[in-house]
């Protein structure tokens, strides 16, 4: 059976932990989005042209070690306004999500302009110091000296450029059940989400 999940929100804001554990559960294959974006983005930082290589990119582009830092993450978030470099996306992320079997993407653009038609949506969302704190202690664990207040400045930075951008900007869906994660565990924020794919599921039959 196909079964598209589509999993939106701003960054650090538990999609990515989400996404995985609803796969993990249901059985689908999982992309996150995001790293396309950021593929593109490390590449025109090593001076490509956006769109050149956003038409070329290739799935082996995805696997580069170095797409997790801040630097790379604010180049996405650039090239992401570009409406060319998204439209070269798109058969990419629709072609996953039609896979047999089923699927989870998760980004900013899934569940209104990627997989209008998906069986489940979900927003995730968090107020911008909770997503701070937790990027901000994920590049501390990894050995990336950054201070809260510059983690802070930068989700506001691309917070803004994603709501803001004229092509599909990071709103969502009317018909995804939001969930906002600020004063969640990780655990009881899955547990909401695996409900709604649950009743997803079953009403597909
Ligand atoms: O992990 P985090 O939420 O910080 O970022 P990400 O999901 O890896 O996405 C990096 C950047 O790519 C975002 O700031 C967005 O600007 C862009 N992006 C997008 O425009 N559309 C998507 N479907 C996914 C990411």
Redesign the pocket.
Known sequence: MSFVVAI??????G??TISRAVAERFGLAHL???????AV?AKVLAGGDPVDVARALDPVDLENDDLRTPAV?QA??EV??IPQV?RALVDF?RAFACRAGGAVL?????GTV?CPDADAKLFITASPECRAAR?HKELMDRGMDHTFENVLADVRA?DA??SDRAT?P?IPASDAVQIDTSDLTIDAAVAQAVAVVAAARQQKG
């Open positions: 939106d929100g701003p960054a650090a804001a999609k990515g996150d989005t995001g790293l396309l974006y950021r983005g993450a996405a978030s992401a306004v998204r992320q998760d980004g900013r653009d899934i990627i990027r691309r450029r994603d599909a990071l």
